[in-house]
């Protein structure tokens, strides 16, 4: 007998007693839908004959009505994750989002004269100041904030770029893809690995509408490697009356040389060197939401900011709080180096580190065999590819349930926990771990662990 006849239809389980208990707690639509997708999984045979479809449907709705954003703890020592959201706010920040989130707000309000004001008013002073610019703007994301920009400067004109520049950043996005897309024409010069200031004043033309650079950030060039100077760069677009402009990627506005960390350039620096635009990221060494900005001369800021393109690319009420509270926190560069995430982290002393993973290993207790020892930390976000990170990691044994397995369950626990796996180890790394997260994640690792028992 074919089993498919032994399936109970949708109506006799919506008058089962466990799903009507349901019905009094979630909306019916929901559970109507959750008990329909039960019965067609198993008359499909995706799903096996459930055991117990009161339990089934419970779990389908449970799964409908979570939410598919949810917080974890990063644990794999990468500082800018992109899969796990990039920079994490500063406590000022967050309570900015919140303060704009929760109410009204001065969007597009000029308090003073009551009229209609402009959202692109906000962080420009901020920018501008922090950054020695005339003029800042803000658009969603930093590839937003390239299109603009090549838009307003090169619309239907040749953009003059090296060829060791056409790089693909995250998501298989390509530059080349991204320039063509604002409607200028690529105009590549130079080699991959050498480019020379002639390069680029061989190929001006009446049809140059710019000159871009765009930071290596994701990758490193080595050996037999040259590129013209930004400021050589910027004096011949000035002389030819042209714009320049330079990509820096992640956003650096801080001095991390003290710590190591020098080859990502600061925006200020592309800004004193001459160029016209200087794009970066909110949300990767800045430290702040995700963001594009912009900042350099007023002619070009205000070109782009004129472009109907910038209402496309528009930043919204809550990026615009959380970026502009996180911009103020660089007026004392100390505290911007306490304050800010990304920040405190890739300047964590080697003590405060080990000191970090001992207080980990001890609340994780002895039956999960975890093992102190030295390793490395990674930048992240495309940003300072060869850095070299010197950390304290507290390795799992992962037991018969085996690493992949162990940090499934770290994975799937309450709060999640995601973490890495080298030479059959479960790896946590303290240095994207909070003290405050600490017992979180001590907690979740002896679950994973009672759970394979």
Not at 190 to 217: C, F, K, Q
Not at 258 to 280: M, N, T
Request: glycine share 10%; with cysteine.
């Amino acid at each position: 007998m074919d089993p498919r006849r032994r399936l109970p239809s949708v109506d006799r389980l919506l008058q089962e007693p466990g799903v009507q208990a349901l019905l009094a707690e979630a909306p019916r639509n929901l559970v109507v839908a959750a008990v329909r997708e039960a019965v067609l999984a198993a008359r499909s045979g995706r799903s096996p004959m459930p055991s117990d479809w009161v339990e089934e449907v419970a779990e389908r709705v449970a799964q409908r009505v979570s939410p598919s954003l949810v917080p974890v703890l990063n644990a794999t020592g990468v500082v800018l994750h992109t899969n796990l959201g990039r920079a994490p706010l500063a406590s000022a920040a967050i309570a900015a989002v919140q303060a704009v989130a929760s109410g009204y707000s001065t969007l597009e309000l000029d308090l003073a004269t009551g009229a209609r004001g402009s959202r692109s008013d906000h962080c420009a002073a901020l920018l501008a100041s922090l950054t020695g610019a005339a003029d800042g703007l803000v658009v969603n994301n930093a590839a937003g904030a390239l299109v603009l920009a090549l838009n307003a400067a090169a619309d239907g004109r040749e953009v003059l770029i090296s060829r060791g520049e056409l790089i693909e950043i995250g998501g298989s996005f390509r530059i080349p893809d991204i320039l063509m897309k604002s409607g200028a024409i690529l105009r590549e010069v130079g080699t991959t690995n050498r480019t020379h200031l002639a390069d680029y004043r061989d190929a001006l033309s009446e049809r140059t509408g710019a000159i871009l650079t765009v930071h290596r950030s994701n990758f490193e060039q080595t050996g037999f490697v040259t590129s013209p100077e930004p400021a050589a760069l910027a004096s011949l677009a000035s002389a030819s009356g042209i714009p320049y402009l330079h990509d820096v990627g992640s956003g650096l506005l801080a001095d991390l040389s003290p710590f190591g960390l020098v080859s990502e350039p600061r925006v200020a620096d592309a800004v004193r060197h001459g160029a016209d635009v200087v794009l970066f990221s909110g949300d990767k060494l800045l430290g702040g939401p995700q963001a594009g900005c912009l900042v350099g001369t007023s002619p070009w800021i205000g070109a782009a900011r004129r472009n109907p393109l910038a209402r496309a690319l528009r930043a919204d009420k809550m990026t615009l709080a959380a970026l502009e509270a996180t911009l103020a926190l660089y007026r004392d560069p100390a505290a911007a180096l306490r304050e800010i995430p990304v920040l405190a982290m890739l300047t964590t002393g080697s003590a405060a580190l080990e000191a970090r993973a001992m207080a980990l290993q001890d609340a994780i207790g002895p039956q999960a065999g975890a093992v102190v020892a030295p390793g490395f930390s990674a930048v992240g976000g495309g940003s300072f590819p060869g850095a070299v990170l010197p950390t304290t990691l507290v390795s799992l044994e992962p037991g018969p349930l085996g690493a992949a397995g162990l940090a499934l369950r770290l994975r799937l626990g309450s709060p999640p926990v995601i973490t890495r796996i080298e030479g059959g180890k479960v790896l946590l790394d303290p240095r994207t771990l909070p003290e405050q997260e600490l017992g979180a994640v001590a907690g979740a690792v002896r679950a994973a662990l009672a759970d394979g028992s």
